[in-house]
Structure formats: structure tokens, C-alpha cells
């Protein structure tokens, strides 16, 4: 209320400030003296002041309060932010007013496995994606069908004074083994995996990771197991490194990603082997909100890689032309490139008493769209070959971006591969 009654109070003074008035005052020469946050009624405000570069005391900088507008995006807290900075007697009062999605909600599982109708799996999950209000996410979910499983994930991004995080995540489930050596079996995992890391400043993450699981395989596969038996045990650690200054996780137009990794799973002499790589993607603005997106992924190994671990294409990476074509490796390179433009720049949208039953959550709805061109390649290869120009699939097309609210974007596009064969993608989530 009390909160309420300051706002009101400045703006029925009408002294409003815009970025836009110029004339009579400069905006990076005012002093922000207060900032009051607006429409969090769920998130502490201390969430959203750890994420800003802006504090009080100040000048008031155009440029670096959108990138606060879209670090505060990024949390996936917020369906919209505004910015409102207002002139008062001493400097400036900054109105930062936000629009809360929904946070603690039971959902439906329904998806398609390696993007095949046929290979369904449903089931259903409860999330709470804001816990007490400070941005911390606990799911738990089941689902049936193919490739059944459950699970439970705890993620906190802030812990303490120094910035440290954890994750942990509790699992079992039953999957069809990927490798292209054997007829397709069933693979039944059950494990645990725990994060811990740190977070320095706003852009650079370092983690450690441990994880234990206990992988089986039906017996007339067994040999598909490094210890032959069935059942591989396998304790695992690894290390992590991010360094992330996009803009918007939801669509990158600027900035860049850089993550590095080693990791070793098992540790006894007959079980023993490493996987290390990067990930570099880089976003570079052009005229008129177009973009350049470039990204280079290398997974790499070293020591006897069992059949479930190793590297594909097709699955949860693919090359847009040869998207139902599945190779394994050892290793894999992943090349990509896409151009993307805004067509419809994204607009706020009110359901209003259309849905009465969404309540404020059916307000401030994104839509935009935005298209692509885009350049993928993709190769894998065992530790025994050398990497070759032939090993690689490539394929090119276009496509358009829908920003919807919570799928954030879906993706309709058209690839052509090396033979100039078409194909159609349906698919959510942006690319890279």
C-alpha cells in the first residue's frame, strides 16, 4: 500500500521523465536517488536488484537500463518489463514495473520423442518456478508411454553473499538405447546428479558437478556394457565453465556464449573415460534489428567410450536438411550460422474477460515474429579417424520465429540438404 501510495503520488505530479524528452534535461546527467519496484507481487525485490547493473546513486544511462529490461527478461519470471524513470526535486525516482507469469502450476507431459509422432510419452508434473519468491525452481514430473521416466529437480541461483548456486537432480527412467551398432533396446538408468558453482559478477559461471548412476541393459545385450555384466555403475565429476553475455536467452540478438567442460565418468580401470568440449556462439547486430548468429560446438573424448555414450547426430542435435538422419561417433562438430530479422517487432497483448480465469496472468501476453536464414553443418567420428570435409552433413533454409508467451518461440521453417532435398521442421525453442 505503501508502495502504491509513492507511485501515485509522483505520477499525479505529472513531472514524468522519458527518454525521449531531451530538451530541457539530460538523462544521463540525473542522479537515480530511489528505485521502486512495481507489479512483483510474488518475487522479492532483491531478485531484481542482483540482476541490474543500475543502483542508486547512479546516472541515469539509457543503454544500460535495457540491458537490465532484458536481464530482468531473462529470469523467465516476467511476461514484460518497463522501465519509468521520473524527475522529483533532487534527481530521479526509477519506476521499474514488471508483469509476473504464472509460477507454481500442475502441467501435462505430452511430447514426441527424436521428433517422431509415433514415439510418444506423456504423464504429467507440478513446478514451482519461483520459490518463496527468490527465483528458486522445484519440479517434479512422471510420464508414460515411450521412454517412461521421473524425476525431481531443485534449482537455487543464489546462495549467500558470494553467489554460489546448486542444482540437483533425482532420476530414473527407461530409454531406447540411440546406438546405431545394435537393434534398438531398452536402457534403464537411475541416478543423481548435483551441481554446485559460483557466479562471478554478472556474466561468468564455474561449476563443479558429481553425479552417481546405474545404467542396465536387457541380457541378450549385456555386451553393449563396458563390464559385460548388464548393469554399469558409474560415478562421474566434472567441471564447468560459462561465460554469458546475451541479451535475451529466449532469442539472442547481441552478445555472446562461451561454455567449457571436462567430465569423467567412472573411475576403475575397466570404466574410466573422459568427455571435454566447448560451445561458442556468438550474436552480432546489424542494421534495422537484424542479426548474426554464428556457433561452433566441439564434443570430444578420450579412453573406451561404451555405446551409451556416445556422441549424435540426430537427437538432441541435428542439421536443419538432414534432420531425421541420425550418425555416432566419439566425437562431434557441430557449425552453424543463421541471419535473423524482426518482421512483427513483439507486442503486449490483454486477454482481459476473455479469460477471467487467468486473472492478471492473462495480461501483458507477448507476440511477434521474426525469420531466418540460416547454414548448418554436422559431422561425428570415432578417436581412431581423422576428422574430414566428407564427414560432415550441411544443410541451408528459412523459416519463421513466432514469440508466443511461455513457449517463447516456435519455429517454422523449410531446410534443403547437400541434394537439394526439401524438408519441413516444426519445432519450439530458438535454434542457438
Not at 546489424?286 to 561452433?296: D, E, M, N, Q
Not at 562438430?333 to 477471467?356: M, N
Amino acid at each position: 500500500m505503501k508502495k502504491a501510495f509513492i507511485v501515485l503520488f509522483i505520477y499525479f505530479s505529472g513531472i514524468v521523465l522519458t527518454f525521449a524528452q531531451t530538451k530541457d534535461v539530460k538523462p544521463d546527467s540525473m542522479i537515480i536517488k530511489k528505485m521502486i519496484f512495481i507489479g512483483n507481487e510474488k518475487t522479492k525485490d532483491v531478485v531484481l536488484r542482483r540482476e541490474m547493473k543500475t543502483k542508486v546513486g547512479d546516472k541515469l544511462d539509457k543503454k544500460k537500463l535495457e540491458e537490465d529490461r532484458k536481464r530482468l527478461l531473462n529470469l523467465q519470471l516476467f511476461n514484460r518489463v518497463e522501465f519509468n524513470p521520473m524527475q522529483a526535486d533532487d534527481g530521479v525516482i526509477l519506476l521499474i514495473i514488471v508483469a509476473e507469469r504464472w509460477f507454481l502450476f500442475p502441467y501435462p507431459i505430452f511430447f514426441f520423442n527424436e521428433h517422431e509422432w509415433k514415439k510418444v510419452s506423456y504423464g504429467a508434473g507440478i513446478v514451482h518456478q519461483n520459490f518463496r519468491g527468490m527465483d528458486i525452481q522445484i519440479d517434479g514430473a512422471f510420464w508414460l508411454g515411450y521412454n517412461p521416466g521421473i524425476s525431481l529437480y531443485y534449482s537455487n541461483p543464489w546462495i549467500g553473499a558470494r553467489n554460489f548456486f546448486t542444482k540437483i537432480k533425482i532420476f530414473s527412467n527407461k530409454v531406447k538405447s540411440k546406438s546405431l551398432e545394435y537393434n534398438r533396446f531398452d536402457e534403464t538408468h537411475h541416478g543423481i546428479d548435483v551441481t554446485f558453482g559460483r557466479r562471478w559478477g554478472y556474466h561468468t559461471y564455474l561449476a563443479v558437478n558429481t553425479g552417481y548412476q546405474q545404467l542396465s541393459v536387457p541380457d541378450e545385450f549385456k555386451t553393449a556394457t563396458i563390464s559385460g555384466s548388464g548393469t554399469d555403475r558409474l560415478p562421474s565429476l566434472g567441471f564447468a565453465f560459462r561465460y554469458d553475455t546475451r541479451d535475451l536467452y529466449q532469442y539472442p540478438r547481441s552478445g555472446m556464449r562461451f561454455d567449457a567442460y571436462v567430465a569423467q565418468a567412472g573411475f576403475s580401470e575397466s570404466l574410466n573415460f573422459v568427455r571435454y568440449g566447448i560451445d561458442a556462439r556468438v550474436y552480432q547486430p546489424l542494421l534495422a534489428g537484424a542479426s548474426l548468429a554464428l556457433r561452433s560446438a566441439f564434443d570430444l573424448s578420450q579412453g573406451q567410450i561404451p555405446v551409451y555414450g556416445k556422441t549424435f547426430i540426430g537427437y538432441s542435435e541435428r542439421v536443419r536438411g538432414y534432420f531425421n538422419t541420425r550418425r555416432e561417433g566419439d566425437n562431434r562438430a557441430i557449425l552453424e550460422a543463421e541471419l535473423r530479422f524482426p518482421i512483427l517487432p513483439i507486442r503486449y497483448f490483454d486477454l482481459g474477460d476473455k479469460a477471467y480465469l487467468l486473472g492478471p496472468y492473462g495480461d501483458n501476453l507477448p507476440f511477434g515474429i521474426s525469420a531466418g536464414l540460416f547454414y548448418d553443418a554436422g559431422a561425428v567420428w570415432n578417436q581412431s579417424q581423422t576428422l574430414h570435409e566428407r564427414n560432415f552433413l550441411n544443410g541451408f533454409g528459412a523459416g519463421l520465429h513466432l514469440h508466443v508467451p511461455y513457449v517463447d518461440v516456435l519455429r517454422l521453417e523449410y531446410a534443403f540438404n547437400k541434394e537439394r532435398n526439401g524438408q519441413f521442421i516444426f519445432d519450439i525453442g530458438v535454434y542457438f
